[in-house]
């Protein structure tokens, strides 16, 4: 079973990457745009829960990415709670941007403004829907309750302490808490609100999308004097039976248990010096959630391809035996030193970096060049998230399963080539020459949309990892795995370039397979997962940012 779920995700994960040559089913998709799904979902009738709207001037990336001056660990509050999930998730602005986009003009219009988040996600979906299940040492009343993104509320689904059917199902893993956590936010994927758009594609994109808000997060809970240990290898259908979902269309993806500052400690098997009332979830008459979810659409379509391989993938992911050997390699060479990482110039509160942090859509200018200093700033900032699942550790720590490469376009100091990142040493390793023709040519030739005009790119960050490797290290649910730290790296990518007023934006049109031949990397088991441009904004831009 767990073979033949494995050739279900090796197909679809071709099929993903070959679509610049062999477009996916269904042929000749049309977007029905005034039939999408709302980006918000909503429980109308369940009672709403307000949450503090204030948000706190947090320690800078520089901070983060040193560990100095960060706050003592002491647990979460409501109100760090609630920093977190707009910070990351909420919405925290209306933007209207002069771009080379064509929906640009209707965006003027109230019906199709574009809303600001903290985290990326692909085409501006957010198809992530988070839920905190809430035991008795939590502060709000013991229960379930949906993050409304638009609203800023909790939603209360049910009332009544099942944290115990979050423990059954993270059962057996090392990364859930041990003793048990109280409290979880559970991080489900609404098919349907990125499908709608990018069809048979959008598994490949939503998986993605959960890794840069884990990404997110990992930043904000030390920021905030909390933790935020995200548990991937759990069974859903425990968690999606409560939450009453249908799994084919939303399931729970990723678990984080909470610790509550000035909570009693839990006992050993999960009880506290209070009693908790956890072991009835596991009763006959399973409390479920009964409040119905608002859907805009008036038809909801599934696509074959994206069942399958979510099925597929949600296999029980396994303990590798040999994770050191999961990870890509430093390729031979001769290094190219980078500059030592201006750290200077990560000063900037994260609070700060995630309000102002934006795609970039075709807004690149050069000049002034992109920089060595700027590059490697990124890179170093970047690479640091390469460290999950964190439960799996090898002889050096937690493995990274991903590798940085670098198509050098226009980078002041920097011969075009490309480059593959070595973190350990902080330098590039040349990974192949400059194309015939020029490197802008042939990047522009390899991307198959129209919004981006290569010339102005300073450099193209690819993001790759062995999937074949994962898939058989983990078993399917390697592919979810892979993807989430591909979406973290591509977050914190983000947040460095925000930090040094440089542009940033997250692409999947490219042509993989000429992408990865120009890096050496055909015949190999090692495939490009996500690329990111990196450049210069103009100084005077007509922009609009309207803050909430």
């Known amino acids: 079973m767990q073979q033949e779920a494995r050739e279900v995700v090796r197909d679809y994960t071709e099929a993903v990457f070959r679509r610049a040559r062999i477009p996916m089913e269904p042929l000749n998709y049309e977007v029905d745009w005034a039939d999408q799904p709302s980006r918000h979902k909503s429980y109308p009738d369940a009672p709403r829960l307000p949450l503090p709207a204030h948000l706190p001037e947090l320690p800078t990336l520089r901070d983060l990415h040193t560990g100095a001056g960060l706050p003592p660990v002491s647990g979460w509050s409501l109100p760090r709670l609630a920093t977190l999930l707009r910070l990351s998730y909420g919405v925290l602005d209306r933007r209207l941007t002069v771009n080379w986009n064509q929906d640009v003009a209707k965006r003027a219009h109230f019906e199709h403004a574009v809303w600001g988040r903290g985290t990326a996600s692909g085409g501006g979906m957010y198809p992530v829907e988070l839920y905190l299940v809430t035991g008795g040492e939590g502060p709000v009343l013991p229960g379930v309750y949906h993050y409304h993104t638009g609203a800023h509320v909790l939603e209360r689904l049910l009332l009544g302490d099942v944290s115990g059917t979050v423990r059954a199902a993270l059962a057996g893993d090392a990364s859930a808490s041990e003793p048990p956590a109280d409290s979880y936010l559970l991080a489900s994927i609404r098919f349907w609100k990125n499908s709608f758009k990018y069809n048979s594609f959008s598994y490949h994109v939503v998986t993605q999308d959960l890794g840069a808000l884990l990404g997110s997060w990992d930043l904000l809970a030390p920021a905030l004097g909390a933790s935020a240990r995200r548990v991937l290898r759990f069974d859903p259908a425990l968690l999606d039976r409560l939450l009453d979902l249908d799994s084919d269309a939303e399931s729970i993806f990723a678990v984080v248990p909470l610790d509550w500052a000035d909570a009693e400690p839990a006992a050993p098997g999960g009880g506290t010096p209070a009693g908790r009332a956890g072991g009835g979830a596991r009763a006959a008459a399973a409390p479920r959630v009964r409040y119905a979810a608002f859907e805009r659409s008036r038809r909801v379509r599934a696509f074959p391809a994206v069942t399958a391989v979510h099925r597929a993938a949600a296999a029980t992911a396994s303990i590798p035996d040999a994770v050191d050997l999961v990870g890509p390699r430093d390729l031979p060479g001769e290094a190219v030193p980078l500059p030592t990482p201006r750290l200077d110039r990560l000063d900037q509160p994260l609070s700060t970096v995630l309000t102002t942090r934006s795609s970039s859509f075709g807004r690149f200018r050069r000049p002034p060049e992109l920089t060595a200093d700027d590059l490697g700033t990124t890179l170093a900032f970047a690479a640091a998230g390469r460290r999950y699942p964190a439960d799996v550790k090898g002889p050096d720590g937690a493995p990274a399963l991903t590798r940085l490469w670098v198509f050098a376009n226009h980078v002041d100091g920097l011969p075009s080539g490309g480059y593959t990142y070595s973190e350990r040493r902080h330098a590039l390793l040349p990974a192949g020459p400059e194309p015939d023709g020029g490197m802008s040519a042939f990047l522009q030739q390899q991307y198959f949309l129209t919004n981006y005009t290569m010339g102005q790119v300073g450099a193209v960050l690819a993001i790759s990892g062995r999937l074949d490797a994962v898939l058989d290290a983990f078993g399917p649910r390697g592919?979810?795995?892979?993807?989430?730290?591909?979406?973290?790296?591509?977050?914190?990518?983000?947040?460095?370039?925000?930090?040094?007023?440089?542009?940033?934006?997250?692409?999947?049109?490219?042509?993989?397979?000429?992408?990865?031949?120009?890096?050496?990397?055909?015949?190999?088991?090692?495939?490009?997962?996500?690329?990111?441009?990196?450049?210069?904004?103009?100084?005077?831009?007509?922009?609009?940012?309207?803050?909430?």
Not at 484 to 499: F, N, S
């Open 479 to 548: 592919y979810r795995i892979l993807n989430a730290e591909v979406g973290t790296v591509a977050q914190r990518t983000y947040c460095a370039a925000t930090a040094q007023r440089l542009g940033c934006g997250a692409v999947l049109g490219f042509d993989n397979i000429a992408m990865d031949a120009a890096l050496g990397l055909a015949g190999s088991d090692e495939r490009t997962v996500l690329f990111l441009l990196l450049g210069r904004h103009p100084e005077t831009t007509a922009d609009l940012a309207y803050r909430l």
